[in-house]
């Protein structure tokens, strides 16, 4: 069974960009996998940001996101990474990666434990 | 946009109890629902796939029907470890996957 393993926590000012890992435990390939960001700002529900064929590159994204969000993955296919810029205070959540068997519409079978950014003057 | 919605937003519950929350969906998604429970300062998890097919190696007390636009979640006997939020997904839409707003399940 893989693990996710994300990175940690960031601080950043408003206007700054943060860019966020998630890596197979293990050293254990994605290839076959699509990985999702799914953010939780406090209170609120879970908020789908974007998605990587890792391994292919192809991307999707949210239209809410579209823009200001960057997912990609290294060439192994063993990490993803997404970069969130002109952050703002609302950008303050819990930031989590998932992997999906397949296509962006697959079920999300393992997730990170989740990152959290806070976002502040 | 697919719009999800929940019902009940909130309930209180005892251990052992029998628990429903339903699932709407703006549009039909056919069986492409998706179930997951998440519990405070943990990942979510998967319980149910495809509507009705339970993830491997969750309790069978969880189980789950529904096709096209409405949705159930029923947990059989409540148990400790099930106190959480549970959010619907739908995974129909190629643009991307939307989850609704959740039901959280506190202790009576």
């Known amino acids: 069974q893989v693990d996710l393993v994300q990175s940690g926590a960031e601080a950043k000012k408003p206007g700054a960009s943060v860019k966020l890992s998630c890596q197979a435990s293990g050293g254990k390939s994605l290839v076959k996998y699509g990985i999702h960001w799914v953010r939780q700002a406090p209170g609120q529900s879970l908020e789908w940001m974007g998605w990587?064929?890792?391994?292919?590159?192809?991307?999707k994204y949210s239209q809410k996101f579209q823009g200001r969000v960057t997912i990609t993955r290294d060439t192994s296919a063993t990490t993803a990474y997404m970069e969130l810029s002109s952050l703002r205070s609302e950008d303050t959540a819990v930031y989590y990666c998932?992997?999906?068997?397949?296509?962006?519409?697959?079920?999300?079978?393992?997730w990170g434990k989740g990152t959290t950014v806070s976002v502040s003057a | 946009d697919i719009q999800m919605t929940q019902s009940p937003s909130s309930l209180s519950a005892s251990v052992g109890d029998r628990v429903t929350i339903t699932c709407r969906a703006s549009q039909s998604l056919g069986i492409f629902l998706n179930w997951y429970r998440h519990k405070p300062g943990q990942a979510p998890e998967v319980l149910i796939y495809?509507?009705?097919t339970l993830q491997s190696g969750v309790p069978p007390r969880f189980s789950a029907s529904g096709s096209g636009s409405e949705f159930t979640l029923t947990i059989s006997s409540l148990q400790p470890e099930d106190f959480a939020t549970y959010y619907c997904q739908q995974g129909y839409n190629s643009a991307g996957p939307t989850f609704g707003p959740g039901t959280k399940v506190e202790m009576k």
């Open positions: 998932a992997r999906a068997f397949g296509t962006v519409m697959a079920v999300m079978d393992v």
């Open positions: 495809s509507a009705s």
């Open positions: 990587v064929n890792a391994g292919n590159g192809d991307t």
